[in-house]
């Protein structure tokens, strides 16, 4: 599993016996922003200081949901929207062929080169995030979802009934599933117990059922997962108005292949 984020802390035990290696015990993965083989997580064009560790909160969910998978994390180039394009690039290398990608943006343009990257590998599926802006995304897209591409999932947000807070973004032809991560646990940058709401946080549990679905059949193609997951979804029970294209899935880890 790859993760295009600000990075992950590494150095925390929980996710550092979970990252991806190669035969010499180096991290799969890379740092676009620092251009070398550590993408540690500081949201890049930020200080270090800055408090905003998103990458290892989005890792922590993940990890905990499909604890068989292995990480391989990447950390974008701040303002240069080429980078996410050159990930793809890097990822078609790699073993990963499920990507968590808990970010976007408003402009059709900044994201095209991604968009061409992604078509020229239809092996790999991304899981996208909808945005949380309380927009209707089929009205006023945001990208890289925005393009309803064959090998993205575009995920929302709910609370644990299914309702959908203010802040999450829909669209019944854009947002193709939703799963609640309002309030859900995951570890912060320093390791410690925190707890967060939104889209970029249901990405990974979806990304978890994604994997767990590759591990019990590794002869899938991403659109063989992707046909698995919409399948599983079902309306939701906490909003009479279509929100997503295929529905609701009220709890990835019992919908598919059991955690171990």
Known sequence: MAIIDSGVNYTLPAIAKRLARNEKGEILGYDFQDNDKRPFDVVPGQKPGSGRHHGTRVAGIFLREAPGARLI??????????????IVQHIAGCPARIVIMSLGGYQKQ????????????PEILFIISAGNDGRNVDENPIYPSGYRLDNTLVVGSTDDFGRLPLSSNWGPMTVDISTPAEGIETFDHTGSKTYVS??????????ALAARLKAKNPGWAAQDIKKAIVALAGPSPGDRTQRTRYGWIPN??????AVR
Do not use: C, M, N
């Open 110 to 121: 900044d994201w095209e080169k991604f968009r061409q990257a992604a078509q020229l590998h």
């Open 198 to 207: 939104g889209s970029s946080f249901a990405v990974p549990r979806i990304a």
């Open 252 to 257: 990835p880890v019992l919908a598919g292949p």
């Open 73 to 86: 994390p990447y950390r974008y180039r701040a303002h240069s929207f080429d980078t996410f394009a050159e």
